[in-house]
């Protein structure tokens, strides 16, 4: 935990014991670059709001691979144009968090949920 997370909480030492097996649990379930990515986004910020962007990751319940779906669930998606879609649980369903260069032009999100209504909404 201590290599994987160097550098990227604010107060590692500030860390409870609690707080530690859950981010060694959550490592071990492969959560590590969301982890990092999430600490990324709030490496200003101090360990509280640190850890309240971290516990919708580390409480999410254990999805198992499934045979017909290697690779699954998919938690987060690196573009070739430097574009990082997230998939993070929430309380009452899912967010995707868009990051990188691409994501700063104005219609990138407009593009995506233009193909999600074509995908659940055909005329």
């Known amino acids: 935990m201590v290599e994987e997370l160097d550098g990227s909480i604010a107060t590692p030492e500030a860390l409870t014991t609690r707080q530690m097996h859950h981010l060694s649990a959550a490592l071990r379930r492969g959560l590590g670059e969301l982890i990092a990515l999430t600490l990324a986004d ?3 910020a101090g360990l509280a709001s640190q850890w309240q962007a971290l516990l919708p990751i580390l409480n999410e319940p254990v999805e198992p691979e499934t045979a017909t779906t290697p690779g699954r669930p998919r938690r987060v998606l690196h573009l070739k144009q430097g574009l990082v879609i997230r998939r993070e649980r929430s309380r009452d369903g899912w967010i995707l968090r868009f990051s ?5 032009k104005g219609g990138l999100v407009d593009d995506v949920i233009d ?3 074509r ?3 055909p005329s």
């Open 115 to 117: 193909h999600i209504e």
């Open 100 to 104: 990188g260069p691409e994501n700063k």
């Open 119 to 121: 995908m659940f909404q």
């Open 42 to 44: 709030h490496r200003r």
